[in-house]
């Protein structure tokens, strides 16, 4: 008899936790998709529905022309001619995009850098080149070098994000950059606030990139035994660093890789 009340109790409080979720589902999975539009800086659009398409392409700052013959399940995605040229608006000032960020996307385009830690890399390395790179010609206060900066962000960003979708760790790079860009000094110069973005990239890069990798292959190649077999699935740089090193540490094993290209 003592129990009944605890069964009560408990079926109470998962009944009220359920209204809860089931009253907030609709209104919280939608907050959520849209606040995840908000932190990768552009939401993806579902190309096969038209109107969507057609605002985008108003705000597209790529030169690229749909594929005429596209396949139909994949219609959801965008589907470009592949011999068409991408070209952003050469230069180095906010309404542009920098070379660097141009020659990048065109690599994520055409399949030359593949695997969300060298997009990633590669990415963080052409940023870097930008706000090394970033001049204003007009500066009067630092409240204008964060406008500018986040401007300069925002443009590459969308051009990226144009060629190829961004990968989830270049997601977390640039809201990163963003949290970096909003915390800088109200009172700072330009080569103050170049110095510290700069200084914010190479800790990401070390931290976040290169030290994470070099971390992953050293405990796990020696977990790794003699005469082991070891299954991957298509390509990781990440994975393929560890065997590399469990190799060197003179481990003879057998990898059988499921898919490839």
């Known amino acids: 008899m003592s129990e009944a009340p605890m069964d009560i109790s408990v079926k109470s409080e998962r009944s009220s936790s359920g ?30 529905d038209p109107s969507r398409v057609a605002r985008a392409a ?23 001619e592949g011999n068409t040229s991408i070209s952003g608006g050469s230069g180095l000032g906010t309404g542009q995009v920098h070379p660097a960020i141009q020659a990048l996307g065109v690599k994520y385009a055409k399949g030359v850098i593949t695997g969300g830690h060298s997009r990633c890399l590669a990415f963080v390395n052409a940023m870097e080149e930008v706000f090394g790179d970033f001049v204003m010609t007009d500066m009067n206060n630092a409240q204008q070098i964060h406008r500018e900066l986040s401007k300069v962000l925002n443009r590459c960003v969308q051009f990226v994000v144009e060629c190829r979708p961004l990968s989830v760790s270049m997601g977390n790079f640039v809201r990163y ?21 700069l200084e914010a990239i190479d800790l990401f890069r070390e931290k976040r990139l290169l030290l994470p990798v070099k971390e992953i292959a050293a405990i796990g190649s020696k977990l790794i035994g003699h005469g082991e077999k070891i299954v991957v699935y298509a390509y990781s740089e990440v994975v393929l660093n560890l065997l590399k090193q469990a190799r060197n540490l003179g481990t003879d094993f057998l990898v059988i890789v499921i898919d490839s290209r």
Request: no cysteine; aromatic share 4%.
């Open 19 to 48: 209204k809860k979720e089931k009253g907030g589902g609709g209104g919280g999975g939608g907050g959520q998709s849209r606040n995840q539009g908000k932190r990768t800086g552009r939401a993806r659009v579902q190309f096969d």
């Open 58 to 80: 108003k705000a597209q700052i790529t030169s690229r022309s749909i594929q005429q013959s596209d396949v139909p399940f994949l219609r959801h995605l965008p589907q470009y």
């Open 177 to 197: 950059l963003k949290e970096q860009i909003a915390h800088l000094p109200l009172v700072l110069s330009l080569p103050e606030a170049r110095k510290l973005i």
